[in-house]
């Protein structure tokens, strides 16, 4: 059982940025693909960003975010991030980490193991 905490959420203004953290329990760490998802009040969850297991080397952005938002990753602090420049409004929204053994995508399905989401807000 992989588990996945995030970590960063906060409050900041339009313009602004915020880094977010994802730690997950597993000793192959290296070999999962891992991803941000996002979900606004009254939406469903969408995908964000994804990262490829280390030897794979791809990443993955969602248009809306594309050259705002930065993924990338530490196997050696187990850690994924999501740095989150020029943010807007209309990214308030609580942001999960989810990470997959299997496969890499932009779909919920994908992914196996998920976190409890941290909430981030943009205020304009």
């Known amino acids: 059982q992989v588990q996945v905490v995030e970590s960063g959420g906060g409050l900041v203004q339009a313009g602004g940025s915020l880094r977010l953290s994802c730690v997950a329990s597993?000793?192959?760490?290296?070999?999962?693909?891992m991803a941000w998802f996002r979900q606004a009040p009254g939406k469903e969850r969408e995908f964000a960003a994804a990262?490829?297991?280390?030897?794979?080397?791809?990443?993955y952005y969602e248009d809306s975010v594309k050259d705002r938002f930065t993924i990338s990753r530490d196997d050696d602090k187990n850690t994924v991030y999501l740095q989150m420049n020029s943010l807007k409004p209309e990214d308030t929204a609580v942001y999960y980490c989810?990470?997959?053994?299997?496969?890499?995508?932009?779909?919920?399905?994908?992914?196996?193991?998920w976190g409890q989401g941290t909430q981030v807000t943009v205020s304009s």
């Open positions: 989810a990470a997959s053994g299997r496969k890499i995508g932009r779909s919920r399905e994908d992914y196996d193991y």
């Open positions: 597993v000793r192959t760490f290296s070999r999962y693909n």
């Open positions: 990262i490829t297991w280390t030897g794979g080397g791809a990443l």
